[in-house]
């Protein structure tokens, strides 16, 4: 124990307000509630124009997500046929929720970076090779790679996830109707923004940039306080590196951005320090390992790892797979070496 002061409030952890905020010329902030791990809501950002607006990311496949949409779009002043497009970061449900819905009651178009694609879209991206298929299908309560315990999922949610693989249109699994490429360009709120594909929390994450005024739509691949998840239940090797090049991709930049606007939590500005800072997060979980494996001086599973890693609270199926992502990680890199206990991986410090 240390203090008893309490811990300041994450701005992504706020419970979603009414607030509707012009943040960016011509785009508004609003909040949709989400109540999922780490979160309060979830930002829609609306981008007016002459045809009428743009949102993106519009919130949970839930009633009271759709409700709050709904009240928002009206306090705005936007009937709902006047919603043209609809741009979705990365395929989250507290994304892509109301997507479907929104493109059945106005036409809009949704937008999304290529590779976009949900646990239970029975239609692949284009590009997408066979293993990489195979590895998006993963079920979440298969026993993952690393040989540890299958994720806990209740039978209520088993089924669910049974019968939206079966029937996709029942979970308003959204179809994209525009498949956006590195650096192709859209017109929304009057001016063009930029497709910048930012793979690593997941595969067909995107950013959208305007550099008319330096405005970046940041999802959830850089965030005012947190980290995004990074999982390792993932068909790429090292989906860590894929983010660190995404988070060098946007600070490389970030001089010319003036605010980001995240899915979660308050628009910020000097988005090349909340780059740096990210990275240093993960070079101190990377440290903590290699000084764990050398602690201990003996290999270890995946799960023994996370619980260095992680507080007991934060335990569990997505606290092993994050931590799986790092030791493939340093694997890849030559400082690790794995190997496979009777389908246990375990990982130890080379010397
Ligand atoms: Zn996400
Ligand atoms: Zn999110």
Same mark, same amino acid.
């Given at each position: ?54 949102v ?30 609809v ?38 991206? #284009?590009? *997408?090779?066979?293993? %990489?298929?195979?590895? +998006?299908?993963?079920?979440?309560f $298969? ?5 540890? /315990? ?25 179809? #994209?109707? *525009?498949?956006?490429? %590195?650096?192709d360009? +859209?017109?929304?709120?009057?001016? $063009? ?5 930012? /793979? ?36 790429h ?19 010319q ?18 780059v ?46 994050e ?5 493939e ?23």
């Amino acid at each position: 124990m240390t203090d008893a002061a309490p811990r300041p409030v994450k701005s992504e952890q706020l419970q979603a307000t009414d607030e509707i905020v012009e943040v960016a010329p011509g785009v508004l902030r609003t909040q949709l509630p989400a109540n999922i791990t780490g979160l309060g809501h979830v930002n829609m950002y609306v981008m007016e124009d002459e045809r009428g607006v743009a949102v993106v990311d519009p919130g949970l496949p839930t009633k009271e997500s759709w409700t709050a949409l709904t009240e928002r779009l009206s306090r705005i002043g936007v009937p709902m046929k006047r919603v043209h497009s609809v741009i979705v970061t990365h395929s989250h449900p507290d994304h892509y929720g109301g997507a479907a819905r929104l493109r059945a009651e106005s036409g809009a178009d949704i937008i999304t970076h290529r590779l976009f694609r949900t646990f239970y879209d029975p239609t692949e991206p #284009p590009d *997408v090779d066979a293993e %990489e298929l195979a590895l +998006m299908m993963r079920s979440p309560f $298969d026993a993952p790679p690393w040989g540890g /315990p299958a994720m806990d999922v209740p039978w209520q949610r088993r089924v669910r996830l049974a019968v939206g693989r079966k029937f996709p249109k029942l979970m308003r699994v959204p179809t #994209p109707s *525009v498949r956006l490429n %590195e650096t192709d360009r +859209m017109k929304f709120a009057r001016r $063009d923004w930029m497709a910048v594909h930012t /793979p690593g929390h997941t595969h067909d994450h995107l950013c959208l940039f305007d550099p008319e005024t330096g405005t970046l739509l940041s999802g959830d691949h850089v965030l005012p306080t947190i980290t995004p998840h990074i999982s390792g239940l993932t068909a790429h090797g090292d989906p860590l590196t894929l983010f660190f090049d995404s988070l060098d991709k946007i600070g490389n930049f970030a001089n010319q951005i003036s605010i980001a606007l995240p899915a979660h939590g308050t628009p910020f500005d000097n988005v090349g320090g909340r780059v740096q800072a990210i990275k240093e997060h993960h070079f101190e979980r990377l440290q903590k390992l290699r000084d764990t494996s050398a602690d201990l001086s003996r290999p270890a599973s995946v799960m023994e790892f996370a619980t260095h890693l992680f507080s007991p609270r934060a335990q569990g199926a997505m606290a092993d797979s994050e931590a799986f992502a790092h030791l493939e990680h340093l694997r890849i890199l030559g400082d690790f070496e794995r190997r496979d206990n009777s389908g246990v991986f375990e990982y130890v410090l080379k010397d």
